[in-house]
């Protein structure tokens, strides 16, 4: 599995799904390609998924908030006649490397919290409408819907048989979301968990699998008058007309990958890649109506865009970059005028703030060293200020550096630091930095708007080390070799364990808990070995499994 | 490493601690014998520890409850010169098979939340006084201290050098102490976890690593200074004399393990254990005076010191036995009769309570399917009847058995299921049960006191499954069958998953999140492969590592 992932994708492309627009509601139809699979070796069976498929998804569900706002209510169905989906490709597991394994699971997890989230930020409430078998993956592509529908026959029914049948976790926050979203008894959890077959009919409702059972005969129209009755129930703002998402101007060489404002330099040998974000050029638009007709143009946009297609296109094919850098270069005061522009009440300026926040989320989840250079010369403002907040260890320059003529390093905080863009955990990144102190959250609002240089930023607790010009390239050069060096699996497990202190939520759970068992059992014998599940998986044979209990 | 574990030891046999009890001081000094260690093969130098020296540690603190109550104050120390604590033996590490490895760090982290929580609990506090290095399990030993002191010379550091010089995690609690309890900023935490030296003096305090740091001149009389201060301010009412812990009366035969009120029943064959809870024999003692003067006989107290050394036991000795069911004999109205007498607001009382819970939370975090079967003639009443809501699945007897003449099933719930035993997460296990459905709590609720036939139990929630005469036997065998059928592995995943719905507490993480990353690190062969730093370990070579990130 060497050749290129691409994220990024359009509907003239799709060979998995197709989208019927119709006024405030959207049918999503998952209708898979069993001979488009992204890799060689397997064929996508009964709707079963690969990264493709999610890859496609993970496109509408971010087109379908910014090209289709007019709509309220989206329901997910099933383009095949006896299944709704039959979960992740068994024979594509099977034949991918752990890491693989691990990052399909992270993103998959990623495009579920945005479409479940989609309600509550968009007002865009998904519907899971389910004819046939949903099992395993399919059932989770239904738990992450605000609303699932399940028709009563002899052939559907839900069902997370990953346990019994491939000695696996449901991974996609399964297990999560029937504790703590669906809130199912935890024997009853249990059973359910434990059966091949799944759960049909009342019995998905009495146990809360399901929110409706309805007879096969009205399945259809029910599903159409739910629709229709949320989409009037909404309190989403009537928006007549979204913005294209037009392709990136994306330009991948060896060592580097360039867009317009985001460029990422790869040093292989040293296992690093330095993120590098630019400043905006031209000045920030009048307003959101000027913002709009700028469209995917508009500097706040474009560039959330394009990091997080850096960021997408560095974990799934540049797996040795343990080490990230990031880093600023341009403007200050721009940024924060670009960003003052997305206070603005209109809907085009919050959807693209909420963008940022899921990006954001999605460095913070990142399973590699992060680091940020704040150098001189740079434009750490305002939501760019988040990033120092998001990785491990900030190193910052301080002082006059001989030869450079740049700006002084400076940090700006804005409002964006204390409210939009929470992390998982609920908290900002400022109050999650200053549980033990949390004092040190106001006064770092009594500087909003200040250019923060060195001393300044040091003494607000804002960044981890200042360095001169005399110690600066020693020191940034030891913490990168030595960071390199590590094991990268202690890196993993240290970082997710001290990024996310404070309160838990379901989604930080799934990252922090589920995700670090289902990467346990897939290094296990019993689910990978060569007589593990997985391999013996469509022979008839059961794995054989070392029945000890750890 | 197949010679059989005993959890059961008393000063007498000490060959690693010593305590020294003077008033409501106690110092309980950390003195490892290199030579002393549980299996051969490595020295325990530098008081490094293994399990043996930690089945002693919980030893002293169970006995520091019940044997001492008049100890206010746990002053932690080391016996050795230079050193306060290596942490665990590497060495022991490096030769331990993966499943010693899981079930070593739970019982270490099952002794830390003991001693930590016995200051909220019992008015005892512990004083971690550092001389000498402190590192990784040693610092870990400390941060489950409720106040951490640390000498100011040159050679006393804490530190968790886990991750740089064994690729693997600070696995009993550290990383999350560190985030969550001592709430150190996430990006000097970061540093603080990547460098192997420690970190010594002011900067400690500073980074909020320890509580205070003293002249290496002042810090003896400084310690019995600060130990004297805490037991003058301590509310503990003062007890003049605890009650002795005698030998258990154990037989360990190749089938069973018998004890006075605990039969455990091994089926090696199905991979099984039994584990029967007898009802009182006698009348429950008149008051908690009484209660005294029984000791370490009275029932209540008997019971739970049975059935926590039958599950340590389990745990460590029978690995293949993946299910252990949970059954009772015996009169339901005797034990709410005996239980009731702890309701009285006496010491004693109030450790019995607390020692049931923390031996409950036992039941909870093991990692084996847990099953409850209430049989005619059981007596799941009050406290045994948390055991129906701690395990995975209970199964109930409804109506006659042809030829069973006992009485019949029912379950008896008492104010013991409704708030003196929370679980992890600080709810009841009640609550946790039926956090999709709170009012099912108060329904339970007016039932106290009533023996619920299976009918009703059903009704109310409080079983999985009633079965009649005609289903019972084909049912349960079934699913003990299929159970012992699953992959270990996915059972482990999938029960840390199901049985923590609801909030999130330090302890839940340290189980549930932690633990689960440290268990992946653990199977990684940049950990534990031939050429993974646990093996290289003291050869002077590094860990060659996959570098690859997952």
Redesign the interface.
């Known amino acids: 599995m060497t050749k290129m992932i691409d994220f990024q994708t359009d509907p003239s492309r799709y060979r998995h799904w197709r989208v019927e627009y119709d006024g405030p509601v959207a049918r999503l139809v998952m209708d898979v390609d069993e001979n488009g699979g992204l890799f060689e070796g397997y064929q996508l069976k009964l709707n079963s998924y690969d990264l493709g498929v999610d890859i496609e998804l993970n496109d509408i569900v971010q087109r379908m908030r910014f090209e289709h706002p007019e709509v309220k209510v989206v329901v997910m169905q099933s383009g095949k006649d006896k299944v709704f989906c039959a979960g992740a490709n068994i024979r594509m597991l099977g034949g991918a490397a ?2 693989h394994k ?2 399909f699971c992270k993103f998959t997890n990623e495009t579920r919290n945005a479409y479940e989230a989609a309600e509550e930020e968009s007002g865009q409430k998904y519907i899971a409408a389910i004819k046939g078998a949903c099992a395993g993956g399919g059932y989770e592509l239904a738990l992450a819907c605000n609303h699932i529908m399940l028709t009563d026959d002899s052939a559907s029914a839900v069902g997370l048989p ?3 049948l ?4 449901p991974g996609t926050g399964g ?2 979301r ?3 979203k ?10 359910f ?2 059966i091949e077959e799944g759960v049909k009919g009342q019995r998905a409702k009495d146990w ?1 699998l399901v929110d409706e059972v309805i007879p096969n005969s009205k399945f259809d129209e029910t599903v159409t008058a739910r629709a229709r009755e949320f989409a009037a129930a909404s309190k989403k703002p009537d928006v007549a007309k979204g913005i294209a998402l037009g392709p990136l101007n994306r330009k991948i060489t060896d060592n580097a990958v360039t867009y317009d404002l985001v460029e990422v330099d790869l040093d292989r040998a040293a ?1 690093r890649a330095t993120i590098t974000l630019k400043g905006p050029e031209g000045d920030a638009p009048a307003d959101m109506a000027a913002f709009e007709a700028q469209g995917d143009q508009a500097y706040m946009l474009k560039l959330c865009r394009e990091l997080e297609d850096a960021i997408l296109h560095l974990r799934l094919n540049e ?4 080490l990230w850098i990031f880093r600023t270069q341009g403007d200050a005061e721009a940024i924060a005028a670009h960003e003052a522009v997305l206070g603005e009440d209109h809907w085009l300026a919050h959807e693209v703030r909420q963008y940022w926040k899921r990006t954001l989320k999605r460095v913070d989840v990142t ?2 060293s992060l680091a940020a250079f704040v150098e001189h010369g740079s434009c750490f403002a305002g939501v760019l200020a988040e990033l120092l907040f998001s990785v ?3 190193y910052m320059m301080e002082g006059e550096f001989d030869g450079d003529n740049r700006p002084m390093a400076a940090i700006t905080l804005t409002d964006a630091n204390f409210g939009p863009y929470p992390m998982a955990n609920g908290l900002t990144r400022l109050q ?6 949390p004092d040190c959250v106001d006064a770092a609002k009594g500087h909003i708007g200040e250019a923060l240089e060195a001393d300044e930023a040091n003494d607000l ?1 804002l960044v ?1 080390m200042i360095l001169d010009d005399i110690d600066w390239e020693d020191e940034v050069r030891i913490f990168m070799e ?18 996310f ?4 939520t379901m989604e930080t ?1 799934i990252f ?3 995700t ?6 897939f ?2 014998p ?2 990978v070995g060569k007589d593990g ?1 997985l391999q013996r998986y469509g022979t008839g044979l ?2 054989d ?6």
Not at 166 to 169: E, H, S
Not at 432 to 437: A, D, I, K, S
Not at 516 to 521: R, S
Not at 545 to 550: A, G
């Open positions: 752990h890491s691990v990052n990953e346990v019994p491939l000695a696996v976790l297990l999560t029937v504790t703590d669906r809130k199912v008894r935890r024997d009853l959890a249990d059973i968990c434990s809360r296992r797996m040795e970059a343990g399973s590699r491990d260890r900030t999650t930095r200053f549980l033990g102190e607790g981890t030595e960071r390199a060096s590590f094991s990268p699996d202690a890196m993993t497990g240290m970082e997710a364990n001290l990024r202190a404070g309160p838990e759970r922090g808990r589920l670090a068992w289902q990467n346990w059992i290094n296990r019993n689910a599940a059961r794995g499994y070392n029945m000890e209990r750890v």
